[in-house]
T-cell receptor
Framework: DTGVSQDPRHKITKRGQNVTFRCDPISEHNRLYWYRQTLGQGPEFLTYFQNEAQLEKSRLLSDRFSAERPKGSFSTLEIQRTEQGDSAMYLC???????????????FGPGTRLLVL | AQRVTQPEKLLSVFKGAPVELKCNYSYSGSPELFWYVQYSRQRLQLLLRHISRESIKGFTADLNKGETSFHLKKPFAQEEDSAMYYCALKAGGETSGSRLTFGEGTQLTVNP
């Protein structure tokens, strides 16, 4: 499967615990995005990387959230001291760098569903 | 700030009937608009984008800058079109952030 993959697909944790999610983008895709989706809402942007550089972070990304993409390939999203409000689907997407005048399509992974008890 | 509004959370039509999913946006610059679709138990996938001016699975969408709309249309709905549809906006220009701003989605049900 050459699509975006995410691990784990489901995570149940207790409030206050730390969790880490992994995203493997499509090979050779330079850009990688994280979104969060709560019930009844569309995905909300969290952050994005171009190669290993984190170029943009949403205000939604509080100090308890940190994302890395150390070698410009896979990425991890860590949530420290989880709260019940962190329960959501966490989506990863990747895209190639858009060429001048070209188009950029973001390809989404299946998501990691987090439940904080 | 950019914003996408999909006024209908639920839309139900009969097979063979025309369908229109509404999308309005607010953005001061030149946006790129997309429609994404999520079928049951599948991941979010791109349906179409305004730049391409293409028709995918019989769906079309025209960007109306005057009305700041990007409605999705299909003349004859099929049962397999039942899915959640999201309209999304990306700020135009390479120097702009690449984030997508999504609407809340419209759940389309096509009844037999």
């Amino acid at each position: 499967d050459t699509g975006v993959s995410q691990d784990p697909r489901h995570k149940i944790t207790k409030r206050g615990q730390n969790v880490t999610f992994r995203c493997d983008p499509i090979s050779e895709h330079n850009r990688l995005y994280w979104y969060r989706q709560t019930l009844g809402q569309g995905p909300e942007f969290l952050t994005y990387f171009q190669n290993e550089a984190q170029l943009e972070k949403s205000r939604l990304l509080s100090d308890r959230f940190s994302a890395e993409r150390p070698k410009g390939s896979f990425s991890t999203l860590e949530i420290q001291r989880t709260e019940q409000g962190d329960s959501a689907m966490y989506l990863c997407a990747s895209s190639p760098t858009r060429l001048a005048g070209g188009q950029e399509t973001q390809y989404f992974g299946p998501g990691t569903r987090l439940l904080v008890l | 700030a950019q914003r996408v509004t999909q006024p209908e959370k639920l839309l139900s039509v009969f097979k063979g009937a025309p369908v229109e999913l509404k999308c309005n946006y607010s953005y001061s610059g030149s946006p790129e608009l997309f429609w994404y679709v999520q079928y049951s138990r599948q991941r979010l996938q791109l349906l179409l984008r305004h730049i391409s001016r293409e028709s995918i699975k019989g769906f079309t969408a025209d960007l109306n800058k005057g009305e700041t709309s990007f409605h999705l249309k299909k003349p004859f709905a099929q049962e397999e079109d039942s899915a959640m549809y999201y309209c999304a906006l990306k700020a135009g220009g390479e120097t702009s952030g690449s984030r997508l701003t999504f609407g809340e989605g419209t759940q389309l049900t096509v009844n037999p």
